[in-house]
């Protein structure tokens, strides 16, 4: 069962800070979820699963310890569990051989971090309408 919960991998905690403010400025800070890294979300993951609580959404982090986005985005989508939750990318990166390389693996998308504020409620809207309009089969 989808929960509309977004789940997010972030390491930094001024990135979590930010994208949690922007959240909060559309009324929707409620949604979120946080992991530190990709080990993490895993464990999120299988957790809420027991519970029968999947995510709308999943947002990962490029370059985070211990497994990164790109290992635990090959993890979600090689789990029959979890491969049909959506998966954007959240990174600083902006070289297109990672893009790529997330798109090949099963992204549906790849976002750079923003800059300002109101990049920050333009992203953070972006996933809050990909959840409401998106569904897990």
Same mark, same amino acid.
């Given at each position: 069962?989808?929960?509309?919960? %977004? ?11 930010? %994208?949690?403010?922007? $959240?909060?400025?559309i009324?929707?800070?409620? +949604?979120?979820l ?9 464990? @999120? +993951? ?7 609580? +999947?995510?709308? @959404? ?5 370059? $985070?310890?211990? $497994?990164?986005?790109?290992?635990? @985005? ?13 998966? %954007? ?8 051989? =990672?893009? =790529?390389?997330? $798109?090949? @693996? ?21 996933f ?10």
């Amino acid at each position: 069962m989808e929960t509309g919960k %977004i789940f997010m991998a972030e390491d930094d905690a001024e990135d979590r800070w930010i %994208i949690s403010e922007a $959240m909060e400025h559309i009324k929707a800070a409620h +949604l979120m979820l946080f992991a530190e890294n990709g080990v993490l979300m895993l464990d @999120l +993951l299988k957790k809420h699963h027991e519970q029968n609580e +999947l995510p709308c @959404l999943i947002v990962l982090d490029l370059n $985070m310890p211990k $497994m990164n986005g790109t290992e635990t @985005l090959s993890h979600i989508k090689n789990d029959d569990r979890f491969r049909n939750i959506p998966v %954007i990318i959240y990174s600083t990166s902006i070289n297109p051989f =990672e893009k =790529e390389k997330c $798109m090949r @693996l099963g992204a549906h998308s790849y976002i750079t971090k923003p800059i300002t504020f109101s990049d920050g409620v333009a992203t953070a809207k972006t996933f809050h309408a990909f959840c409401k309009v998106g569904s897990v089969s």
